[in-house]
């Protein structure tokens, strides 16, 4: 079996790379029987691979879907929770910076009452 690359795997389509999910899936099936009936060694170290092999052919599909629903939903005004960005707790409950340069109806009519005065000097 040849290893398999991940940059090989990004050029397939998605139905090329179930399929390509589906013989690996099969392959590994058939290693562990093999496993269990005695086989020699090399069969054993073959099962890592195919292992490798699934895991980098899921990671491939996984990132094919994630970037056609960020193009799906780039435009619109809300992203699904799973899109958006992680972060922390309390950074995504921070105030937004519209929400923090709010002002109080008090402090705003304090505002306008008081503007900075400008003088012009003869010299």
């Not at 991940?6 to 050029?11: C, G, M, T």
């Not at 058939?30 to 069969?43: D, E, G, T, Y």
Request: glycine fraction near 0%; aromatic fraction near 4%.
């Amino acid at each position: 079996m040849q290893r398999v690359r991940a940059h090989e795997l990004r050029k397939m389509e998605e139905p090329a790379l179930v399929d390509a999910l589906t013989n690996q899936r099969k392959e590994l099936a058939a290693l562990r029987v093999s496993k269990v009936s005695n086989a020699p060694q090399v069969k054993l170290a073959k099962i890592k691979q195919v292992r490798k092999a699934i895991a980098k052919v899921l990671t491939v599909i996984s990132e094919k879907r994630i970037a056609a629903a960020r193009s799906e939903f780039g435009k619109k005004k809300y992203l699904p929770k799973d899109l958006r960005q992680r972060k922390t707790r309390a950074f995504r409950r921070r105030l937004t910076r519209h929400e923090s340069n709010l002002k109080t109806a008090k402090v705003q009519k304090k505002l306008d009452n008081q503007k900075l005065r400008k003088f012009a000097v003869a010299m």
